[in-house]
């Protein structure tokens, strides 16, 4: 596949990149205009749209992969409205406000030289494998003759309306803020300018990096990484600020920093997101997935409504809160979804769901959030192996049986204790093993954490 839009498929790489939930790759290695064209083609055949909405992000393939799969929507008969440049989570809103299936180009916190696609039906309704992206894989592999006219291609700026409808959901009001935004050189750079600027005086806001930019000349757009939270830690200590915010590369993943230069654990934003929206909508059903803290659904419980777990990923997420009618979603990695707005994940909605909180109070960010970060937690870690099912039977083989110990599959596995849990689950877009441990207190998490990872690093060798 060297990049002709006319050049057969190498059936390998195609089912390389098609993961469970996104299609992602080396770009153009793996992913190029040949096949970002033959899978909007079957994108479009698969959805029978009649319009398709395309946006991409900053890296430097984008815009080519981009036009391409609006030439091959085209092709099966589809108009195409383009709108730019685009957060992942904009692509969604316009999927959900023009009620079209849509595509969005970007390969998220992924280093410089990945790309990818993230396919959706009408209103932001998931792609993945089980249900549909198998069909689409397929059919670009196999394309079938499209009869009928060609469709047209036309561009659409929606980052106002966008922005407005973030604002509709979380106002904030109360007290004035100062945010320190690190945008990773990502998406949050053309998002955040927007979504701030109707904030007037309510918020100082200090920018950090919003230059765009696909290389990542500073950090990697990748927030769960602790490294690449550290200039916006010295930021906020700088400038005395209420709270940090750090997006991924393609703005749909958002972390906080509080006023110490302190991390923030996504599970406490979980937590406290789960909270506003329960007091909106009293006994509603919140999602959070395996990998988020026991706190949450502790939290849920207390405050009368249903808690339900799930597997990590979007697609899964976002199918479990359609099949309840969940008000809300959360995931430990930074993912947070919101039922109204199509059930999709929004790192800058959830960022101003957080300012909202701590405007409405006078106490920091750090003390609003401990009532809901009771446990520690280990953060993911990462560990490259050679046989994933392999170790993680052998992690489950040292477990299984114990006292007290619950062991599940539903992603990876899962072993739970009264004063304990973790999680190993290979990666879907990474040759990784990620594990998340917690404990009733720090000394507990961490002989967990270290006794589990030895296991991993030994198996995995």
């Not at 849509?102 to 390969?107: E, L, N, P, V």
């Not at 393609?250 to 979980?270: I, K, M, Q």
């Not at 026991?294 to 099949?323: C, D, N, Q, W, Y």
């Not at 050679?386 to 007290?404: F, H, K, L, S």
Request: hydrophobic residues 45%.
């Amino acid at each position: 596949m060297a990049g002709d839009p006319e050049a057969a498929l190498d059936p390998a790489t195609v089912h390389a990149v098609f993961k469970a939930y996104d299609v992602r790759g080396l770009a153009p290695e793996q992913i190029d205009p040949a096949l970002a064209r033959a899978t909007g083609r079957a994108h479009t055949q698969v959805t029978g749209a009649a319009t398709v909405v395309v946006g991409h992000d900053m890296r430097p393939t984008s815009p080519a992969l981009a036009a391409a799969f609006a030439e091959g929507a085209t092709e099966a008969g589809a108009d195409v409205v383009m709108i730019g440049l685009a957060s992942t989570d904009q692509l969604y809103f316009a999927s959900g406000h023009l009620g079209l299936p849509g595509a969005m180009f970007t390969a998220s916190h992924n280093p410089a030289a990945y790309n990818g696609i993230k396919l959706c039906r009408a209103d932001a309704v998931p792609i993945g494998m089980e249900s549909g992206l198998a069909e689409i894989r397929d059919l670009a592999l196999s394309p079938r003759p499209v009869p009928g006219p060609r469709g047209t291609i036309s561009e659409r700026d929606l980052l106002a309306d966008y922005a407005g409808h973030l604002h509709s959901l979380a106002p904030v009001r109360g007290r004035s803020l100062t945010v320190v935004a690190d945008a990773g050189n990502g998406m949050a750079g053309h998002t955040a300018p927007a979504v701030f600027a109707l904030l007037g005086d309510q918020v100082r806001l200090v920018p950090m990096y919003f230059e765009l930019d696909g290389t990542f000349p500073n950090h990697e757009a990748n927030p769960i990484e602790p490294h690449n939270l550290r200039d916006l830690q010295a930021a906020v200590l700088a400038e005395g600020a209420d709270v940090g915010l750090a997006f991924d590369g393609d703005a749909d993943r958002c972390f906080l920093v509080d006023e110490r230069g302190e991390a923030v654990s996504p599970s406490a934003l979980t937590a406290l997101i789960a909270a506003r929206e329960l007091a909106k909508e009293p006994g509603a059903t919140v999602i959070h997935n395996l990998i988020t803290s026991r706190a949450v659904p502790e939290l849920v419980t207390r405050l009368g409504g249903t808690p339900v777990r799930t597997r990590v990923g979007h697609s899964f997420i976002k199918a479990t809160m359609a099949e309840t009618d969940a008000i809300f979603g959360g995931e430990h990695s930074g993912h947070f979804y919101f039922r109204d707005f199509w059930r999709a994940d929004s790192g800058m909605l959830a960022a101003l769901h957080a300012l909202a909180a701590l405007a409405e109070t006078d106490v920091p960010l750090s003390e609003l959030l401990a009532t809901y970060d009771p446990y520690p937690v280990s953060g993911e870690i990462n560990s490259e192996v050679a046989d994933p099912r392999a170790v993680i039977d052998a992690v489950e083989a040292a477990y299984a049986g114990q006292d007290g110990v619950d062991v599940d599959r539903l992603d990876g596995l899962s072993v739970a204790h009264r004063d304990w849990a973790f999680n190993v689950r290979p990666s879907n877009t990474e040759p990784l093993l990620r594990l998340n441990a917690e404990g009733r207190d720090a000394a507990t998490m961490t002989r967990v954490r270290d006794d589990v990872l030895e296991l991993i690093r030994r198996e995995g060798s």
